[in-house]
């Protein structure tokens, strides 16, 4: 995108869709990126369907419902690392710089990308929901879905303002965009993504309960089921808010407006 676009006296709202195009473009053309979309939720169902899902239903879980939610959170990380790993690849390329040096808003590369993300996350969760179609998931009402698709927007938007927060913040964004890959694994094999909470130690289901992830997945669980139960679609919102805000926090000063690493 050439400066002559930046420096255009522009609104906000239409910073963003320069941006949001820019970004989108960019997912289009990388092919490996688009697969990956699709075929990553494919990969974990098999992984843990397939072992797991006998033991489970000796237990009397249908792993078929179970896991679905499971595949769109893993979805919604990978997305958000992908907006780390894009936004790291900007500041390389000094893109970040230029655009603090000209009259736009700051914030413009900042939505342009929350909104493709957000898209890629909605794609990646169809595509979750569709392969754990397959073995028993299903919607109970229209009005899960909604709720559902609600709680997928918040917990990307609050995944790639953190990891993004975290990759401005680090001397080598694209080092520390790349090292998320473990975190992201931990909050996922410690909660109740595809294991029940009481097949955990007691001492570790705490941890497994609060952690952030475990009320994402209760609350789509529920919505997925028709009837959520309100206190843990509110803990899942009161974690998205948290994770969001500590993005900002982090980010604060070097995101958009900042040097660049």
């Known amino acids: 995108m050439t400066a002559a676009v930046f420096a255009a006296p522009a609104g906000l709202g239409r910073q963003v869709a320069l941006h949001a195009g820019r970004q989108a473009k960019r997912l289009l ?3 490996a990126g688009l697969v990956g979309v699709v075929l990553a939720p494919v990969l974990y169902f098999l992984g843990f369907y397939v072992p797991l899902s006998g033991a ?4 009397g879980l249908d792993y078929g419902r179970y896991i ?3 595949l769109v959170v893993q979805s919604c990380i990978f997305t958000a690392i992908a907006s780390a790993t894009a936004l790291a690849d900007d500041a390389r390329a000094g893109l970040l710089r230029r655009v603090a040096s000209m009259p736009v808003s700051g914030q413009g590369p900042l939505l342009g990308r929350l909104l493709v993300d957000v898209a890629a996350a909605l794609v990646g969760a169809v595509a979750a929901c569709l392969t754990a179609a397959l073995v028993g998931f299903r919607f109970a009402s229209l009005a899960g879905v909604v709720g559902f ?6 917990f990307t938007v609050a995944m790639s303002l953190l990891f993004v927060g975290v990759a401005l913040r680090a001397s080598d964004p694209a080092g520390a965009a790349e090292a998320l890959l473990v975190p992201q694994l931990l909050l996922l094999m410690i909660s109740t993504a595809f294991i029940p909470l009481d097949g955990f130690p007691g001492w570790l289901r705490p941890v497994v309960a609060w952690q952030p992830v475990s009320p994402v997945l209760a609350a789509l669980r529920g919505f997925a089921e028709g009837a959520p139960g309100g206190f843990p679609v509110l803990v899942a919102f009161v974690w998205c808010a948290v994770l969001a805000l500590a993005g900002l926090l982090l980010g604060a000063g070097r995101r958009v407006g900042g040097s660049d690493a």
């Open 149 to 154: 698709a609600l709680v997928v927007v918040a």
């Open 29 to 31: 053309a990388d092919r």
């Open 56 to 59: 489970m239903s000796a237990r």
């Open 68 to 70: 679905g939610p499971a």
